[in-house]
C-alpha cells in the first residue's frame, strides 16, 4: 500500500513563525505536491517536484517555498507565517513516467496561525 | 470564472438511493477526468478515472464523460451511509500531472 505520511495532524502557531511542514512518501514516486484546501476554495497547488532539488510553482506559491533534497521528503516552508495561511495543507505523491499518475494523498495538516 | 465547477452541496439522501454528482468545465484540453473521496480528517483517494469521453463503471459507481458539453458526472447507486463523504472531481490535460480539482460535494447517506 501507498502510504504518504505529514508530520504533524494539527499545527498551531504564532504570526511570523516558520513553519516546517513535512511529507514522506514510501513508494519511490518522482512526483510530490503541496496542496492547500479551504472550504468553498477546494484544493490548491502551492508547489509541486517532478525531482529531486527540482521544484515548480503552483497556483500559490506567494508565501512558500518548499525543499527536496531526498526523494521520497517533500518539505512546505512558511518563512513567516500569517493569519491567512490558516488551512489544511495536503501532501500528494505520484510516479511520473506513466500515461495517467494517479496522485496519493497524506491525511493533511491543519494549521493554525494566531 | 473558475476552470472547474462543482455545487458544495451538501446533499442528503436516504440510504438506496441513487446519487448524481456534477462537474462542468471551461477548459477543452482536459483530457483526464477523476473522481476523489475524501472522508472527515482524511486525504482525498482516487474512486474513478476515466480518459476522454465515455462511460466507467466499478460496482455501484459509474463515471461518465460528456467533452461536447464539458460535464461529467459520478452516479452512485443503492447508497450506503458508508459513502458519505466530500467528493472531489478533479482533471488534467493530456500527460500532465498538474490536477485541477472542483471545490467538492459533501454527500450525506442517512438510513
Known amino acids: 500500500d501507498v502510504k504518504v505520511t505529514q508530520s504533524s495532524r494539527y499545527l498551531v502557531k504564532r504570526t511570523g513563525e516558520k513553519v516546517f511542514l513535512e511529507c514522506v512518501q514510501d513508494?519511490?514516486?518522482?512526483?510530490m505536491f503541496w496542496y492547500r484546501q479551504d472550504p468553498g476554495l477546494g484544493l490548491r497547488l502551492i508547489y509541486f517536484?517532478?525531482?529531486?532539488?527540482?521544484?515548480e510553482k503552483g497556483d500559490i506559491p506567494e508565501g512558500y517555498s518548499v525543499s527536496r533534497e531526498k526523494k521520497e521528503r517533500f518539505s512546505l516552508i512558511l518563512e513567516s507565517a500569517s493569519t491567512n495561511q490558516t488551512s489544511m495543507y495536503l501532501c500528494?505523491?505520484?510516479?511520473?513516467?506513466?500515461?495517467?499518475?494517479?496522485?496519493?494523498f497524506g491525511p493533511g495538516t491543519r494549521l493554525t496561525v494566531l | 470564472q473558475k476552470e472547474v465547477e462543482q455545487d458544495p452541496g451538501p446533499l442528503s439522501v436516504p440510504e438506496g438511493a441513487i446519487v448524481s454528482l456534477n462537474c462542468t468545465y471551461s477548459?477543452?484540453?482536459?483530457?483526464?477526468f477523476m473522481w476523489y473521496r475524501q472522508y472527515s480528517r482524511k486525504g482525498p483517494e482516487l474512486l474513478m478515472y476515466?480518459?476522454?469521453?465515455g462511460n466507467k463503471e466499478d460496482g455501484r459507481f459509474t463515471a461518465q464523460v460528456d467533452k461536447s458539453s464539458k460535464y461529467i458526472s459520478l452516479f452512485i447507486r443503492d447508497s450506503q451511509p458508508s459513502d458519505s463523504a466530500t467528493y472531489l472531481c478533479?482533471?488534467?490535460?493530456?500527460?500532465?500531472?498538474?490536477?485541477?480539482f472542483g471545490t467538492g460535494t459533501r454527500l450525506q447517506v442517512f438510513p
Open positions: 500528494a505523491s505520484s510516479f511520473g513516467d506513466r500515461e495517467y499518475n494517479e496522485q496519493f
Open positions: 513508494m519511490d514516486h518522482e512526483n
Open positions: 517536484s517532478y525531482d529531486v532539488k527540482m521544484k
Open positions: 477548459n477543452s484540453a482536459f483530457q483526464y
Open positions: 476515466t480518459y476522454s469521453s
Open positions: 478533479a482533471m488534467t490535460p493530456y500527460n500532465t500531472d498538474k490536477l485541477i
